[in-house]
């Protein structure tokens, strides 16, 4: 029996992503919020069984002195783990770097107690209307759109991308395709989509006319974007864009594009200013409020 739950946090993690061992992670699928079951799982849907070449005779002369029984070793440039398994007279050292529970059949007592989609509904509640912008940063973008009277809810996460639920990491590297973005749902008898998009436009600024940059943030997951919703979105997205260019001059390039699959950004992300941002200081959200938004807190 194997149990890493008594006495801490629940695990969290997502389903797909390789990050439990594959027994675990179908064991869940099946789950409603509060449900549980036990699911016994032999090595080929845990750790698997020992490879033997994992099993590492290390010479006498190339063996760390000072090593103990049960020591654990770094190895190679991936620094995999091995745990020192037996010191040999001649001075050469065993280390396996199996994992610990690899050949043992591990028994789970699961209860789902919390389950949060990746992706951000694609519509509004009924009466409301939806928008999705990309101008940077999505920190600063969120609680411009936060302080405007009439949006009901923003959450910050990823957008126009070909990868599935990308991490803040993946999306950093600039590989995904996805843009940094802001989901706002607002109340059309309060405010309007036009409105909106003048809050965009004054966050965008001069940046309108540079491709992959806002502000200091450089590269395509900083890219500025208008993503409509419907056939209206798009002509008054189209037609800002124009207005904007004849006054500006120049080429704008920002995308104006069908919004695609939103996928929520990590917790820790969202309604970042308000909460405090990096040096532990919140900033206003309240509704008409002209604070200057200090961009990382």
């Given at each position: 029996?194997?149990?890493?739950?008594?006495?801490?946090?629940?695990?969290?993690?997502?389903?797909?992503?390789?990050?439990?061992?594959?027994?675990?992670?179908?064991?869940?699928?099946?789950?409603?919020?509060?449900?549980?079951?036990?699911?016994?799982?032999?090595?080929?849907?845990?750790?698997?069984?020992?490879?033997?070449?994992?099993?590492?005779?290390?010479?006498?002369?190339?063996?760390?002195?000072?090593?103990?029984?049960?020591?654990?070793?770094?190895?190679?440039?991936?620094?995999?783990?091995?745990?020192?398994?037996?010191?040999?007279?001649?001075?050469?050292?065993?280390?396996?770097?199996?994992?610990?529970?690899?050949?043992?059949?591990?028994?789970?007592?699961?209860?789902?107690?919390?389950?949060?989609?990746?992706?951000?509904?694609?519509?509004?509640?009924?009466?409301?209307?939806?928008?999705?912008?990309?101008?940077?940063?999505?920190?600063?973008?969120?609680?411009?759109?936060?302080?405007?009277?009439?949006?009901?809810?923003?959450?910050?996460?990823?957008?126009?991308?070909?990868?599935?639920?990308?991490?803040?990491?993946?999306?950093?590297?600039?590989?995904?395709?996805?843009?940094?973005?802001?989901?706002?749902?607002?109340?059309?008898?309060?405010?309007?989509?036009?409105?909106?998009?003048?809050?965009?436009?004054?966050?965008?600024?001069?940046?309108?006319?540079?491709?992959?940059?806002?502000?200091?943030?450089?590269?395509?997951?900083?890219?500025?974007?208008?993503?409509?919703?419907?056939?209206?979105?798009?002509?008054?997205?189209?037609?800002?864009?124009?207005?904007?260019?004849?006054?500006?001059?120049?080429?704008?390039?920002?995308?104006?594009?069908?919004?695609?699959?939103?996928?929520?950004?990590?917790?820790?992300?969202?309604?970042?200013?308000?909460?405090?941002?990096?040096?532990?200081?919140?900033?206003?959200?309240?509704?008409?409020?002209?604070?200057?938004?200090?961009?990382y807190g």
């Amino acid at each position: 029996v194997f149990d890493s739950s008594k006495g801490r946090a629940p695990l969290s993690f997502k389903l797909g992503q390789g990050q439990v061992v594959p027994g675990f992670d179908a064991a869940v699928r099946g789950l409603t919020v509060g449900s549980s079951t036990t699911v016994v799982l032999p090595p080929a849907d845990a750790y698997g069984e020992p490879n033997e070449q994992l099993i590492i005779t290390v010479p006498s002369a190339s063996a760390p002195s000072g090593l103990k029984l049960g020591d654990t070793v770094q190895l190679g440039n991936r620094r995999i783990p091995a745990k020192v398994v037996k010191l040999m007279e001649d001075g050469s050292v065993i280390i396996d770097a199996n994992p610990p529970l690899a050949g043992k059949t591990l028994t789970f007592d699961i209860e789902l107690v919390g389950f949060k989609e990746l992706l951000a509904p694609s519509e509004p509640p009924a009466g409301m209307a939806i928008a999705t912008f990309a101008a940077g940063c999505f920190w600063g973008v969120e609680l411009a759109f936060q302080r405007v009277p009439g949006v009901l809810s923003t959450c910050v996460g990823y957008a126009q991308g070909e990868k599935d639920s990308p991490s803040y990491e993946e999306v950093c590297s600039a590989t995904t395709g996805h843009t940094e973005a802001v989901r706002v749902i607002y109340d059309p008898s309060t405010t309007s989509f036009e409105a909106l998009l003048d809050t965009f436009w004054e966050r965008v600024g001069r940046n309108a006319t540079t491709l992959n940059q806002v502000g200091n943030d450089k590269g395509p997951q900083y890219r500025s974007g208008i993503y409509f919703h419907s056939e209206e979105q798009q002509k008054f997205a189209e037609a800002s864009v124009k207005a904007l260019q004849d006054k500006l001059g120049e080429t704008v390039v920002t995308e104006v594009e069908p919004a695609a699959p939103f996928w929520l950004a990590e917790d820790y992300h969202q309604q970042y200013l308000e909460k405090g941002g990096r040096g532990g200081n919140p900033q206003s959200a309240e509704k008409g409020c002209t604070d200057t938004i200090r961009c990382y807190g």
